[in-house]
């Protein structure tokens, strides 16, 4: 089942915060973040595993909430790099391997 | 290091043809998922194989198929195309299953 992903779309000057939801019904045993640039293939940003773990690259950074099967990417102070299309990947863990993408979230970041 | 390679990288077919996509892999990894993109949408997951098994499978009809061979390259078939087919197909590697996935640049399927 395909996580929800909030919001839809966010725009930001540089400099600025920005946090992106994510969502699901069942529960996850993984969460992936990927950014995807316009006619680019999408690159791996962080993986978190239950246990509320959150991590960072520079200044993006994630959380898993195991409990409520939720996870937040955190944009800080936003640089002009960050703009493209977030999405979160979630993986339930049961037998077999399948990895579900959310709708994404496009991130502009103006000067 | 290579990254992952798709080929073709832009395809037109016409509408009950079909055609086949490959993937390889970055050295080292065993494990390839392919993906379908539309406009505007995320991935949607289509395949995983890991060591030439098939570990994974998406809501796709069986015109869908696929294969990893001994040196972990991959082969994505589709059978009788449909308008509705045309999309970017994605590929990504890891090393086993639930691991980063690495995306290759895709292949641009438009069918007529």
């Known amino acids: 089942q395909q996580p929800v992903q909030s919001p839809q779309a966010v725009i930001l000057r540089e400099g600025e915060d920005a946090v992106i939801n994510c969502s699901s019904s069942?529960?996850?045993?993984?969460v992936h973040w990927y950014r995807q640039k316009h006619g680019e293939a999408p690159v791996f940003l962080m993986i978190?595993?239950?246990?509320?773990e959150q991590k960072g690259h520079d200044k993006i950074s994630a959380s898993f909430n195991e409990k409520k099967q939720q996870s937040s990417l955190y944009l800080t102070a936003s640089q002009l790099s960050y703009s493209g299309t977030y999405f979160c990947?979630?993986?339930?863990?049961?037998?077999?391997?399948?990895?579900?993408f959310g709708a994404g979230t496009t991130v502009t970041v103006r000067a | 290091d290579a990254g992952v390679t798709q080929s073709p990288t832009h395809l037109i077919k016409t509408r009950g043809q079909h055609v086949t996509l490959r993937c390889s892999p970055i050295?080292?990894?065993?494990?390839v998922s392919w993906y379908q993109q539309v406009l505007g949408q995320g991935p949607q997951f289509i395949f995983q194989?890991?060591?030439?098994?098939?570990?994974g499978r998406g809501n796709f009809p069986d015109r869908f198929s696929a294969r990893q061979f001994p040196n972990y390259s991959s082969e994505l078939n589709v059978n009788a195309l449909l308008l509705g087919d045309s999309a970017l197909y994605l590929c990504?590697?890891?090393?086993?299953?639930?691991?980063?996935?690495?995306f290759g640049d895709g292949t641009r399927l438009s069918i007529l």
């Open positions: 990947g979630t993986d339930e863990g049961i037998g077999d391997y399948k990895l579900s």
């Open positions: 990504a590697s890891s090393l086993t299953g639930n691991q980063p996935q690495h």
């Open positions: 194989y890991y060591e030439k098994e098939e570990r």
């Open positions: 069942k529960a996850l045993y993984s």
């Open positions: 050295s080292g990894h065993k494990s």
């Open positions: 978190l595993l239950k246990g509320g």
